[in-house]
C-alpha cells in the first residue's frame, strides 16, 4: 500500500487584471503569495457594506484619507488595517502594519508584514493610500 501524504496548501485566485493566458487564452490566475496578496489589497479596498449579504466586511480607510493627516490619523488606518485582516484574511499570521504620513504628497505609506499560513516564508507588501478626489 502506498504511503500517502499530504500535499503543500496551494491558493489559487483569478487575476484581477482579466488579462488573457498568451497560450490558452484562459484568465491568468495567481498563486500562493502573490494570490494572498492580492486579496489583502483587496480587503483594505472595501469600504463597510460594499460586498452584498456581508456588511461588516472591509474597512473605513477611504474616510480616513480625507482626515487630517497626522499621528492620530496613521493609527487609526493601522488598527482599521489590523481588524480587517485579523478578521476576514485566515491564510495569514499578521506580524505587523506600519503607516507612515507623506504630508508633502498628501498619502500614507502602508507597509504590511506576515507570513502566509501552509508557506513557511515571510511575506511583505507596501501601499500607497491616497485620496482619489
Known amino acids: 500500500m502506498p504511503i500517502l ?3 503543500n496548501k496551494l491558493y489559487k485566485d483569478v487575476d484581477f487584471s482579466f488579462e488573457a493566458h498568451p497560450e ?3 484568465v ?3 498563486i500562493d503569495n502573490n494570490a494572498v496578496k492580492q486579496s489583502v489589497t483587496a480587503l483594505i479596498n472595501t469600504a463597510f457594506g460594499e460586498r452584498p449579504f456581508n456588511p461588516d466586511l472591509g474597512s473605513s480607510l477611504r474616510a480616513l484619507l480625507f482626515e487630517p493627516i497626522d499621528y492620530i490619523t496613521s493609527r487609526t ?3 482599521s ?3 480587517t485582516l485579523g478578521n476576514f484574511e485566515p491564510r495569514i499570521a499578521l506580524d505587523s502594519v506600519t503607516v507612515e504620513p507623506d ?3 498628501n498619502s500614507y505609506e502602508v507597509s504590511i508584514y506576515f ?3 501552509g508557506i513557511n516564508q515571510p511575506t511583505s ?3 500607497t493610500l491616497e485620496r482619489l478626489r
Open 77 to 79: 488606518i493601522q488598527k
Open 5 to 7: 501524504s499530504t500535499p
Open 81 to 83: 488595517i489590523e481588524y
Open 115 to 117: 507570513s502566509v499560513v
Open 125 to 127: 507588501m507596501s501601499i
Open 103 to 105: 504630508e508633502d504628497a
Open 28 to 30: 491568468l490566475k495567481k
Open 24 to 26: 490558452t487564452g484562459d
